[in-house]
């Protein structure tokens, strides 16, 4: 059975049935602010993130016995991570696909790497702005990447960092360039055209589709450089 997870501004996390009909099984009441991201923690658990400042796991097999978490983090009360001029509130959580053990999350908190078995932040993850960057979207490449770590926010620049927290690539993609990032996804193979034919193109590859305030939609190679641009004036 297909599920679809929808989180609201009450701090609420509803849970569908997807079929011929759309049943309502479940709602977790996850926290006591609003929900501002949401993502997959492996086939049976997911992770939230919200206003209050909270990260937190859960584990769909308690359906119908309880609405406890399985781990909580507090990004707001790591002295390297702290923000508090900005807020404790939190926009982004991701985990990595490869091993759901690892994941980011940032907001007034820097945004850091994270380990849920370790139980604490691994590293920082700083961009190359002098402004208060803050993350609007997070999420991890594909298995098999050597660039592991991606992020767009309220410079409208996406970032790319590998495990280790180094910036691989800083790559300005919206027009005015303080317009937000605030949806980024891995497509995986895709195919794009060759100069030399467009008909008959090429390779098969995966690419990054960026979008935010301004309207348009950019496609960006895995290596950082711009592919292409969607102009939705």
Known sequence: MNQLYVCDSAGSVHVYAIGSNVIPLHKFTAHNSTIHSISSAGS??????????LVRFWDCRTIGHSDQCTSSFQPHNELVLARPRLGNWLTTVACDPSDYNWF????????????????KYVVPLVPDTPEEWYPQTSLFSLPGEDV???????????????????????LALTEPPRARISHVIVADS????????????????????AAGAGPAIRLVSM?????GLLSLR
């Open 44 to 53: 049976k658990q997911f992770v939230t993130s919200s206003e209050d400042g």
């Open 104 to 119: 980011v999350t940032g907001g007034g908190p820097r945004l850091a790497l994270w380990n849920r078995r370790v139980g």
């Open 148 to 170: 592991r770590i991606m992020a767009g926010g309220n410079s409208g620049r996406l970032f790319r960092w590998d495990h280790a927290g180094c910036l691989v690539s800083s």
């Open 190 to 209: 895709l195919r794009i055209p060759t100069e030399e034919s467009s008909t008959n193109p090429t390779s098969t590859s995966s690419v990054i589709v």
């Open 223 to 227: 290596l950082g450089y711009p592919l």
